[in-house]
């Protein structure tokens, strides 16, 4: 089935120290987001690719990164997590604006 | 900037009575809502978006825009429709494609 996959479904991570989560998609959509999403918080938009091109939301810290080395796959890159960026962590995928989005299942880090 | 609110945390009924989850937007463009479910231990999943005007699993929502609202009803609640809710709003992130904006989300249980 063609899906949306993330790695890995749970992360543990120390106070600073860098932590990447990954997605992969083989639905072939031009688009990928990262979501945050704290305890009982509704996701929030972090940032997105389109193709190659990467769009930031204004409020997102810059301690959050993202890489896309080519159309399946999508790294969250944490330069240094603080306790209040755990979270869960949604990537999802579209074709673009106006199209559903699919949702992977999510990674939940936890930093100690 | 665009806000979804989702009034109740928690909603609780019993099998066979109507359902209603509240949900009530604010944005300053033409507004395209949508509901998210998500079924215990699975992802989030598009349940139905109000541009498409169709009855989904026996769901519909109607979009007020003189009341800025996408309530969602079903007239017969069934066990199977125990899950969280997210109310969303699509908004224009940049690059041509569309974040959403979500709502805290609504727990519904269905008591047998």
């Known amino acids: 089935d063609a899906m949306v996959i993330q790695n890995p479904r749970y992360q543990v991570t120390q106070f600073g120290k860098p932590v990447t989560l990954s997605c992969s998609q083989t639905l072939n959509h031009n688009v990928m987001y990262w979501y945050q999403q704290k305890s009982s918080q509704a996701p929030k938009l972090l940032f997105h690719y389109y193709d190659k091109d990467f769009n930031n939301e204004a409020d997102t810290p810059d301690n959050f990164q993202s890489r896309r080395p080519n159309t399946s796959f999508c790294f969250l890159d944490i330069r240094s997590p603080g306790l209040g960026d755990a979270a869960m962590y949604l990537c999802?995928?579209?074709?673009?604006?106006?199209?559903?989005?699919?949702f992977g299942p999510g990674t939940r880090l936890t930093v100690t | 900037a665009q806000r979804v609110t989702q009034p109740e945390k928690l909603l609780s009924v019993f099998k066979g009575a109507p359902v209603e989850l509240k949900c009530n937007y604010s944005y300053s463009g033409s507004p395209e809502l949508f509901w998210y479910v998500q079924y215990s231990r699975q992802r989030l999943q598009l349940l139905l978006r109000?541009?498409s005007r169709e009855s989904i699993k026996g769901f519909t929502a109607d979009l007020n825009k003189g009341e800025t609202s996408f309530h969602l009803k079903k007239p017969f609640a069934q066990e199977e429709d125990s899950a969280m809710y997210y109310c969303a709003l699509s908004f224009n992130s940049g690059g041509g494609a569309d974040g959403l904006t979500f709502g805290k989300g609504t727990h519904l249980i269905i008591q047998p």
């Open positions: 109000h541009i």
């Open positions: 999802a995928t579209s074709r673009g604006g106006g199209y559903e989005q699919y």
